[in-house]
């Protein structure tokens, strides 16, 4: 852990604030204790429902809404069907390139934007299709070549693109453009291969990471932020982890054994069920872990998550000052957006939110964007993208 004050890399979102998300349960894994199947915790369209409504009620500012081949719940339908039912939390909906055509991805994203009046925002998936094993090169290409038809779409009155993949000619007397004006949602990108870094730098607004020692997270975000200049562009950064407040460090600890003691390592595990249980984020998370003797990255971040499950493999774990200071510390380093959850979903967002949330500077990154065209820096030339903060 980084133990000197830390300078800002330089970031899209210049102001000391910070969008504070919740996750829902579209994947199914929501549970009382991990590696155990919970029944009454199940990916239904109404559990994802209440973990959505509750987390707008607490005071979140968006949702991440995962998405996956396992059982559960589709991602743009659920967000059609929430939209009238909410009224001030965004909506944060991952979208894997190549399973919807460009133009009509386009079009229901525009779609979903109206219903929402701009409290959309997009988390861009550059996963495998479920059962397709394709090389990271081409899903690297699809991706690009998406939100490049994407981008046309929501700016332009017809399409022409002429990719490798992708070639469109579309003229139209009317497109559908989304709610937000000011280029469409916010893409949201996350990974940690070279081609997942070109592909946000080039394209993206928020590049998201999972837990890891701060070393590891701020030489990340200064690489990216030099990217992204190379391209004359500034990008914002998003932490995803898991959280466990309590008044007492002891108890907060003591919660972290409990949800794992009935885990079974020769036993069910949710994590060799998903796509990205060898992707390079989860396998480094894994070494991490293996360097701890107490599953601790480092002070206050646990690891033993990731034994149980793929994707995001750790969580803050401590008091509401701990945790405050923690997440402070990150937004010193340029985090703008935190994307929070806890094991049972709904028990630990009422947590949080009761005991941390009320601190923090919160806004909604979509919010701020629109209000601005998105700023520009010069081409980059070498040396550093750091300023001071």
């Known amino acids: 852990m980084l133990t000197e004050p830390v300078k800002s890399v330089a970031i899209r979102t210049p102001e000391r604030l910070a969008e504070i998300a919740w996750f829902d349960d579209l994947c199914g894994g929501d549970t009382q204790y991990l590696g155990v199947l919970d029944s009454d915790r199940k990916s239904s369209y109404a559990h994802c429902r209440d973990i959505m409504l509750t987390a707008e009620r607490m005071g979140f500012d968006n949702i991440l809404l995962p998405t996956s081949y396992l059982p559960g719940q589709e991602v743009i339908p659920f967000v059609g069907a929430m939209g009238p039912q909410t009224s001030t939390i965004n909506m944060l909906a991952a979208l894997r390139t190549g399973e919807i055509f460009p133009t009509m991805l386009a079009r229901h994203i525009a779609t ?55 070639q469109v000619k579309l003229k139209s007397t009317e497109p559908v453009k989304p709610y937000q004006q000011n280029g469409g949602p916010l893409l949201y990108f996350g990974g940690i291969s070279e081609g997942s870094k070109e592909v946000c730098a080039k394209y993206c607004d928020v590049f998201l990471m999972w837990p890891e020692p701060e070393e590891s997270i701020y030489a990340t975000m200064q690489q990216m932020s030099d990217r992204a200049a190379k391209y004359g562009r500034l990008i914002d950064f998003g932490f995803r982890v898991h959280v466990i407040v309590r008044e007492t460090e002891q108890e907060a600890r003591a919660y972290a054994q409990k949800i794992m003691s009935k885990f079974d390592p020769n036993g069910f595990n949710l994590k060799n069920l998903t796509q990205d249980n060898k992707s390079l984020g989860v396998l480094r998370q894994d070494e991490f872990r293996a360097k701890s003797t107490d599953d601790y990255l480092e002070p206050l971040l646990w690891g033993g998550i990731g034994r149980a499950r793929s994707g995001c493999g750790a969580a803050l774990v401590g008091t509401p000052e701990q945790i405050l200071s923690k997440m402070n510390r990150y937004m010193d380093m340029g985090i703008r957006a935190f994307i929070l959850s806890g094991y049972p979903l709904i028990e630990e967002c009422q947590l949080f939110a009761k005991h941390v949330l009320p601190h923090l500077p919160t806004v909604k990154l979509s919010v701020v964007h629109n209000r601005m065209h998105p700023p520009v820096v010069p081409p980059y030339k070498g040396g550093t993208a750091l300023a001071g903060g």
Do not use: M
Not at 116 to 134: A, H, K
Not at 142 to 163: M, N, P
């Open 112 to 166: 979903l934007d109206h219903i929402l009046q701009g409290r959309l925002t997009i988390n861009i998936i550059n996963s495998n299709l479920p059962g397709v094993e394709e090389s990271p090169e081409r899903r690297y290409k699809r991706c690009s070549e998406t939100i490049e038809i994407l981008k046309q779409a929501w700016s332009q009155e017809s399409i022409d693109f002429q990719g490798e993949i992708y």
